[in-house]
């Protein structure tokens, strides 16, 4: 009996160790495979919006066919990823990351002995990060030129703000352009022959030629401009923060044609060709406001409820559909144009910000 008791204990704890070995993991373990998880290729052969999250440190990708929250992109560590921009050939996406919370506003300055600003630059097909270009001050955004081939990144400084140019594919510097201070944003026109900085604490926007990368015009807006957004119908739009209102530039000349008052702070301005109307989104209520030409002059028309703390807006190809990221609310809202009704929200990361459609 004390034979067969001494097998039998024997034949237990043999058991035990095959289970523990293939079965039981170490957290580290778990870590190691999540990390052997992030390096696989994805397979985003959808039409996708790519929707940045501020806070949780990584891009999550919406499948624009069923509208469903289909796969996420990680950022290698990094902190506070802000606006992003995506190749003319789709390929590619460019990400700013801030380290900085920036969904309070934009002011500009205050920088000085902060580090982890960079750009990283993914594939939007696999997700895998193709060049991470490390930089010594913060990056707002960074914007593919017409045909693909420059990145321009925009450079903060509280005395005169830097648009670096870098090659793609070899991402080697090419040029440097000085503009003003607190640069936010760096855009281009729809056509590609201008470059719109925004230097937030000048209250100007530095105007740029792609070709020659020289100033073609210095341009007075409101205070604290953020950006100038592009729209299809010649003109740029720069949303004052302070000021709360927005100058549109015509690109033709680089001059501001109008000013629109708002009334509320703005966090993005988009033009809708079809509708002729500009959107324009209204962070402290949560909702997008839009407004039409009456008699020359830009007048609001009505506004729609999204989401705590709206910011980005983003159409579809065919400009039925808008796409609205709710930084507050970690939604993005999706909207019928033509009848400005709201036919759903998508839950997704903490503070989404920046979004761009593959269609």
Same mark, same amino acid.
């Given at each position: 009996?004390?034979?067969?008791?001494?097998?039998?204990?024997?034949?237990?704890?043999?058991?035990?160790?095959?289970?523990?070995?293939?079965?039981?993991?170490?957290?580290?373990?778990?870590?190691?495979?999540?990390?052997?998880?992030?390096?696989?290729?994805?397979?985003?052969?959808?039409?996708?919006?790519?929707?940045?999250?501020?806070?949780?440190?990584?891009?999550?990708?919406?499948?624009?066919?069923?509208?469903?929250?289909?796969?996420?992109?990680?950022?290698?560590?990094?902190?506070?990823?802000?606006?992003?921009?995506?190749?003319?050939?789709?390929?590619?996406?460019?990400?700013?990351?801030?380290?900085?919370?920036?969904?309070?506003?934009?002011?500009?300055?205050?920088?000085?002995?902060?580090?982890?600003?960079?750009?990283?630059?993914?594939?939007?097909?696999?997700?895998?990060?193709?060049?991470?270009?490390?930089?010594?001050?913060?990056?707002?955004?960074?914007?593919?030129?017409?045909?693909?081939?420059?990145?321009?990144?925009?450079?903060?400084?509280?005395?005169?703000?830097? =648009?670096?140019?870098?090659? #793609?594919?070899?991402? /080697?510097?090419?040029? *440097? @352009? +000085?503009? $003003?201070?607190?640069?936010?944003? %760096?855009?281009?026109?729809?056509?590609?022959?201008?470059?719109?900085?925004?230097?937030?604490?000048?209250?100007?926007?530095?105007?740029?030629?792609?070709?020659?990368?020289?100033?073609?015009?210095?341009?007075?807006?409101?205070?604290?401009?953020?950006?100038?957004?592009?729209?299809?119908?010649?003109?740029?739009?720069?949303?004052?923060?302070?000021?709360?209102? =927005?100058?549109?530039?015509? #690109?033709?000349?680089? /001059?501001?044609?109008? *000013? @629109? +008052?708002? $009334?509320?702070?703005?966090?993005? %301005?988009?033009?809708?060709?079809?509708?002729?109307?500009?959107?324009?989104?209204?962070?402290?209520?949560?909702?997008?406001?839009?407004?039409?030409?009456?008699?020359?002059?830009?007048?609001?028309?009505?506004?729609?409820?999204?989401?705590?703390?709206?910011?980005?807006?983003?159409?579809?190809?065919?400009?039925?559909?808008?796409?609205?990221?709710?930084?507050?609310?970690?939604?993005?809202?999706?909207?019928?144009?033509?009848?400005?009704?709201?036919?759903?929200?998508?839950?997704?990361?903490?503070?989404?910000?920046?979004?761009?459609?593959?269609?």
């Amino acid at each position: 009996m004390k034979k067969f008791n001494s097998y039998l204990l024997v034949l237990f704890f043999s058991c035990l160790m095959v289970f523990t070995g293939c079965n039981f993991h170490t957290e580290a373990d778990m870590d190691d495979m999540e990390e052997n998880m992030d390096d696989m290729d994805l397979n985003i052969d959808y039409p996708a919006a790519f929707v940045v999250n501020g806070e949780s440190n990584d891009v999550d990708v919406i499948n624009l066919n069923d509208l469903t929250h289909k796969d996420h992109l990680t950022l290698n560590g990094s902190m506070f990823p802000h606006h992003i921009n995506m190749s003319p050939d789709k390929t590619r996406l460019a990400v700013a990351i801030t380290s900085t919370d920036l969904s309070g506003g934009h002011d500009g300055g205050g920088m000085d002995g902060m580090t982890g600003f960079k750009v990283i630059v993914l594939s939007s097909y696999t997700g895998k990060i193709e060049k991470e270009i490390v930089l010594p001050k913060m990056p707002h955004n960074a914007a593919f030129n017409a045909d693909g081939s420059e990145l321009w990144v925009s450079q903060e400084d509280d005395h005169q703000s830097q =648009v670096l140019v870098y090659n #793609v594919g070899s991402w /080697t510097l090419k040029t *440097t @352009i +000085p503009v $003003g201070k607190g640069l936010s944003e %760096v855009t281009f026109s729809p056509d590609g022959t201008k470059v719109f900085a925004a230097n937030t604490m000048d209250a100007t926007v530095s105007v740029i030629n792609p070709e020659t990368k020289s100033i073609l015009a210095t341009i007075p807006v409101g205070k604290d401009p953020v950006g100038a957004w592009p729209a299809a119908n010649g003109y740029m739009y720069a949303d004052n923060e302070t000021d709360q209102t =927005v100058s549109e530039i015509q #690109v033709s000349t680089a /001059t501001v044609t109008a *000013t @629109i +008052p708002l $009334g509320f702070k703005p966090g993005y %301005v988009a033009y809708h060709a079809g509708q002729q109307e500009l959107w324009v989104s209204d962070a402290t209520n949560g909702k997008v406001v839009y407004y039409t030409k009456v008699n020359s002059l830009w007048t609001r028309q009505g506004d729609i409820a999204t989401g705590a703390d709206a910011h980005a807006i983003a159409f579809s190809k065919d400009g039925t559909t808008a796409y609205v990221t709710n930084q507050g609310a970690g939604t993005v809202s999706i909207i019928q144009v033509a009848g400005h009704q709201v036919t759903g929200s998508i839950a997704v990361g903490k503070k989404p910000n920046g979004l761009v459609l593959r269609q």
